[in-house]
T-cell receptor
Framework: DTGVSQDPRHKITKRGQNVTFRCDPI?????LYWYRQTLGQGPEFLTY????????KSRLLSDRFSAERPKGSFSTLEIQRTEQGDSAMYLC????????????FGPGTRLLVL | QQQVKQSPQSLIVQKGGIPIINCAYE??????FPWYQQFPGKGPALLIA?????SEKKEGRFTISFNKSAKQFSLHIMDSQPGDSATYFC?????????FGAGTTVTVRA
């Protein structure tokens, strides 16, 4: 399977703990996006990378959130001091620069903060 | 604020029926309007997309109708099948950023 992969698929944590998610995009895709999806809602844009550069961060991305994409390959999204409101599905997507509208999504990481 | 409004929240049709999902937007800068299909436990998958200079696009049993002056677009699923039961999201984008509607859960009864 050469699609976008995400790990872990599910994560349960206690409030105040730190969590880190990984996304592996489609290999030749140079753009990578993170979205958050809460129950009954559509995905909301969090941030995106072009190669290794993080080019935009949504206001939804508080200081407790940090994302990296070292060497322009996989990406990690870390949430520090998790809160119950962080419970959501975190989706990663990737695309080519010259066909950026066509974003391919991974299966997501479902986070539950107790 | 939600930039794309989607309705209905859910709908049920019989096999062979035509579920219709409607979306509206305000931002005239949007220049690409995709529809995504999402099954439980999976990420959204691109189904069909349209640009505002086209009024209709068909791909298989899926049709998008687009009304630029009304800033509305809709998805029709022709000859719907139980396997089409999923949540459908409309979206709109300019540059790289997708703005999604809240989703419509479609149930196709056999």
């Amino acid at each position: 399977d050469t699609g976008v992969s995400q790990d872990p698929r599910h994560k349960i944590t206690k409030r105040g703990q730190n969590v880190t998610f990984r996304c592996d995009p489609i290999s030749e895709h140079n753009r990578l996006y993170w979205y958050r999806q809460t129950l009954g809602q559509g995905p909301e844009f969090l941030t995106y990378f072009q190669n290794e550069a993080q080019l935009e961060k949504s206001r939804l991305l508080s200081d407790r959130f940090s994302a990296e994409r070292p060497k322009g390959s996989f990406s990690t999204l870390e949430i520090q001091r998790t809160e119950q409101g962080d419970s959501a599905m975190y989706l990663c997507a990737s695309s080519l620069i010259d066909s950026y509208e066509t974003q391919y999504f991974g299966p997501g990481t479902r986070l539950l903060v107790l | 604020q939600q930039q794309v409004k989607q309705s209905p929240q859910s709908l049920i049709v019989q096999k062979g029926g035509i579920p219709i999902i409607n979306c509206a937007y305000e931002n005239t800068a949007f220049d690409y309007f995709p529809w995504y299909q999402q099954f439980p436990g999976k990420g959204p998958a691109l189904l069909i997309a349209i640009r505002p200079d086209v009024s209709e696009k068909k791909e298989g049993r899926f049709t998008i109708s687009f009304n630029k002056s009304a800033k509305q677009f809709s998805l029709h699923i022709m000859d719907s099948q139980p396997g089409d039961s999923a949540t459908y999201f409309c979206a709109a984008s300019y540059d790289y950023k997708l703005s999604f509607g809240a989703g419509t859960t479609v149930t196709v009864r056999a």
